[in-house]
Structures are given as structure tokens and as C-alpha cells.
Nanobody, 124 residues
Framework: QVQLVESGGGVVQAGGSLRLTCTAS????????MSWFRQAPGKEREFVAT????????DYADSVKGRFTISRDNAKNTMYLQMNSLKPEDTAVYYC?????????????????WGQGAQVTVSS
């Protein structure tokens, strides 16, 4: 089993920045691709960004391209999401996700492990 814990959420004004961290524990050798998803009130959970195990492949949702950067440090069992130029529509609970046998994860149904979520609120 793998446990994922997010940190770094909070309240920020529009145009500001935040960095989310996802820390993995347990059988960390058993997961491959990792992603960030988010869920706003009344909306479905949506893909934000994904990264392969060797960081050679990264993909982003169109809504965050050019503003968010995903990265990971396998030696520290951590993944990051640097969020710049934040907008009120970025307000959501952000979830860390990992998959056992997928290089990258864009669909929530491919996720094997979820974190508990971190609230990000962007005020206008």
C-alpha cells in the first residue's frame, strides 16, 4: 500500500503563487506515474497535471498550461505542483494521485492511490 499526503494549500489573492507538496510513504516502489487532480464545489474531479516516474513526460490541462509546473523527487518520495498566476477559478480541493502501472495518469479511473486533498482558495 501507498499513502499520499498533500500539504501547502491555503488562501491566496488572485495573481499569487502557491506550491503544493505530495509526500508518499509505504511501498513507494510500487507506484509509477503521478498526477494532481482538483475538485471545485459542485463539480466533478478534473485532471490538472501528470508526470512520469523519470520526469521525462509531463502533461497539463489546458486551463493551467503556462501557469502550473509539476515536478517530483523520487529520492524524497515527493511530488510538487508550483502554481503561479492563480485565478479565482483555480479554487478547489487538490488531490495527489498515483498509479501502479501507468506512466502518466489523466483519467481518474486509472488512479490506484489518492491523497486526502488540500484546499486551495484564490480570492479576487
Amino acid at each position: 500500500q501507498v499513502q499520499l499526503v498533500e500539504s501547502g494549500g491555503g488562501v491566496v489573492q488572485a495573481g499569487g503563487s502557491l506550491r503544493l507538496t505530495c509526500t508518499a510513504s509505504g511501498r513507494t516502489v510500487s507506484y509509477d506515474g503521478m498526477s494532481w487532480f482538483r475538485q471545485a464545489p459542485g463539480k466533478e474531479r478534473e485532471f490538472v497535471a501528470t508526470i512520469s516516474r523519470n520526469s521525462g513526460r509531463r502533461d497539463y490541462a489546458d486551463s493551467v498550461k503556462g501557469r502550473f509546473t509539476i515536478s517530483r523527487d523520487n529520492a524524497k518520495n515527493t511530488m510538487y505542483l508550483q502554481m503561479n498566476s492563480l485565478k479565482p477559478e483555480d479554487t478547489a480541493v487538490y488531490y495527489c494521485a498515483a498509479a501502479r502501472a501507468a506512466m502518466t495518469i489523466i483519467e481518474a479511473r486509472r488512479v490506484d492511490y489518492w491523497g486526502q486533498g488540500a484546499q486551495v482558495t484564490v480570492s479576487s
